[in-house]
Structure formats: C-alpha cells, structure tokens
C-alpha cells in the first residue's frame, strides 16, 4: 500500500538557522499538504501543494513539490523558537479502480529550537 | 464559526470495556476523518466518512468501528479495549474528499487511557 516517510525524524538547531524536512512517498500522489502540530495541541494545516514542480512560500517557510508528485520539502529560514513543533505532510493518493483516494500522513518531523 | 469539537477530552477505561467518541465537524463540512496519534507511530489513519458513507479504512482491527450521522457528526467506538489503544484519537473535518479534498481541521483530540 501506499507509505508516506519523512527525514528526518527529529531536528535539533540553533536559533536562527536554517531547516529542512523531506517527505518521500511511494507512489504517485494528487495533492500533499503540511501540517504543524505544537507540543500538546493538535495538528493545523499549512499549505496544499497540487502541481508538479510547485513552490510555495509561507514568510520564512517555503514548499516545494517535486517534479515526479512523489516527494515534498519544507524549508524554514532562520527559525525562531515559535517553529518548534512537529511537522507533517500528508500525501493524498491517486485513485486506483473504485478506491477512493485517502490522505495518509506521514510520521513528522520533530523540530527543536535552542535559543 | 466554531471548529470541530471532540468529546470528551479525557477518558480512562479498563481493558475489555468499550468507548465511544463523539466528532462534530465544522459547519457545512461532510467529510470527517478519524485518526489515532501514538508517540511511536505518529497518525495512523482510522476511517474516513462522507454524507455518512464510509469511504475509506485504514488497517485497524474490526474492533474500530465508526459511523457519521446525517448532520455530518461523527463517532467511532472501540470494543474489547486493550492496553495498546491508549492514545490520543483526532478527528478532522474538511469540506471535500478525494480528488477536491481541502484542508482538514482537527479537533483537540480525546485522550484514551486504557488500564
């Protein structure tokens, strides 16, 4: 079935440096979408990327979808301790025969940031 | 408007009981998703429902049921409770599925203890 994974699992920096997570799935997908979920609250949306080759920017956060649909960054320039958190991206499948496409998530990417 | 609310916010129950979780989704939105949050699993998909039909299942044990009400609420309730099911459970509300899907809003989740 389709697998959704992120690199890297947990990401420790300085504030002010720079941070990226990676997204990869295993097959071809619609749309992805990122989430932010601070510590003890839940998951919030971010951004929906659609077409191949997209970029997004958010301030400090910019999106990129890949060429292929298959994989997704999120990069946050000089981050700030209000990025802690974690965050995840959701692929949504193409349709196969009669199966409705679903949203799986991937297992995030936890960010800390040291003042 | 109001965002999706979840009751109730804490449960704990003893193994072999059962429990059912209560969703209201956002006004007009007929999608809701339910997902079990673990901190060694991150968010495994559960079932998805829309105009109270059950699109998609995740690979949960038949123990995980759900259903949507014609108001679009949502429950899902878990039978013979085990040790394992203690985790947080989140739904989220969108107002399309599949191809139109748009962002999901999460509610703040029911913790499950299971002793």
């Known amino acids: 079935g389709q697998q959704v994974m992120q690199i890297p699992q947990y990401q420790h920096v300085q504030e002010g440096e720079d941070f990226t997570t990676y997204c990869n799935s295993s097959t071809t997908l619609s749309n992805i979408q990122w989430y932010k979920q601070r510590p003890g609250g839940h998951p919030v949306f971010l951004i929906q990327?659609?077409?191949?080759?997209e970029v997004k920017k958010q301030k400090r956060l910019t999106f990129q979808f890949g060429e292929a649909k298959k994989n997704s960054s999120l990069h946050i320039t000089a981050t700030q301790t209000t990025d802690v958190g974690t965050y995840f991206c959701?692929?949504?499948?193409?349709?196969?025969?009669?199966?409705?496409?679903?949203?799986?998530f991937g297992p995030g990417t936890s960010l800390s940031v040291i003042p | 408007k109001a965002g999706v609310t979840q009751t109730p916010r804490y449960l704990i129950k003893t193994r072999g009981q059962q429990v059912t979780l209560s969703c209201s989704p956002i006004?007009?939105?007929?999608?809701v998703s339910w997902y079990q949050q673990t901190p060694g699993q991150g968010l495994q998909f559960l079932f998805e429902?829309?105009?109270?039909?059950?699109?998609n299942k995740g690979n949960f044990p038949g123990r995980f049921s759900g259903r949507q009400f014609s108001n679009s609420r949502s429950e899902m309730n878990v039978s013979t409770l085990e040790l394992g099911d203690s985790a947080l459970y989140l739904c989220a509300s969108s107002f399309s599925s599949g191809r139109m899907n748009t962002e999901a809003f999460f509610g703040q989740g029911t913790r499950l203890t299971v002793v």
């Open positions: 959701a692929g949504l499948g193409v349709s196969r025969g009669t199966s409705y496409d679903k949203v799986i």
């Open positions: 990327l659609v077409k191949s080759g």
């Open positions: 429902y829309f105009s109270e039909t059950q699109r």
């Open positions: 006004s007009g939105h007929r999608s």
